[in-house]
């Protein structure tokens, strides 16, 4: 079956400009998750959707960043007025619950190059 | 909180060796540790999961891992490594009343012919 699945698979943009990264998730995983890998920092939480629940938007590094879930099913993650910090690889994972014993499946990600 | 220490930044290993990558854990509640394993330019892959029970797990490829509570380690071996096991490896926790995974900052294992 169908993995999880991110677009675009790169991204080259300006500082200063919005960047919109997506991810479909694993038909019938009811959480999804955002994580931040670069090589600073290794790999990072960002946010997480669980169903209809709020968000755990703890990892989230500034303002600047935002994500949204529609419908219970694609995310997308925005990152407005980047910075070459930003530069990463942004990976999606999503579950069939989030505090259950049940693993997450991660797509390949999006690679970030802010010049 | 939880926070995860893999020891050993880079593993070197010849063809049919044994291998060891050490993780170790830390954390004020119950939880659940995974190996990751990820190849050049692809996402994490599962390799295996510690839920509940039997302390040594068993993964895909040929890994297994082995709880250790008193220790909090979680260590990731494999009798016999091949050429194709040559990538990063990740060891996480994560905590049983959150979602997120807390991940060690990796060991890439290099296994030479």
């Not at chain 1, 209809?52 to 994500?67: C, V």
């Not at chain 2, 509570?69 to 009343?97: M, W």
């Amino acid at each position: 079956g169908a993995g999880v699945s991110q677009s675009p698979s790169n991204k080259v943009t300006e500082k200063g400009k919005d960047v919109e990264l997506r991810c479909d998730p694993i038909s019938g995983h009811t959480a999804l998750y955002w994580y931040r890998q670069s090589l600073g920092q290794g790999l990072e939480f960002l946010i997480y959707f669980q169903g209809n629940s709020a968000p755990d938007k703890s990892g989230l590094p500034s303002d600047r960043f935002s994500a949204e879930r529609t419908g219970g099913s694609v995310s997308t993650l925005t990152i407005q007025r980047t910075q070459q910090e930003d530069s990463a690889v942004y990976l999606c994972a999503s579950s069939l619950g989030a505090v259950s014993n049940q693993p997450q499946h991660f797509g390949d990600g999006t690679r970030l190059s802010i010049l | 909180a939880q926070s995860v220490t893999q020891l050993d930044s880079q593993v070197p290993v010849f063809e049919e060796a044994p291998v060891e990558l050490r993780c170790n854990y830390s954390s004020s509640v119950s939880v659940y540790l995974f190996w990751y394993v990820q190849y050049p330019n692809q996402g994490l892959q599962l390799l295996l999961k510690y839920l509940s029970g039997s302390t040594l797990v068993k993964g895909i490829n040929g890994f297994e891992a082995e709880f250790n509570k008193s220790q909090t380690s979680f260590h990731l071996r494999k009798p016999s490594v091949h050429i194709s096991d040559t990538a990063e490896y990740f060891c996480a926790v994560r905590g049983g009343n959150t979602g997120k995974l807390i991940f060690g900052q990796g060991t890439t294992l290099q296994v030479k012919p």
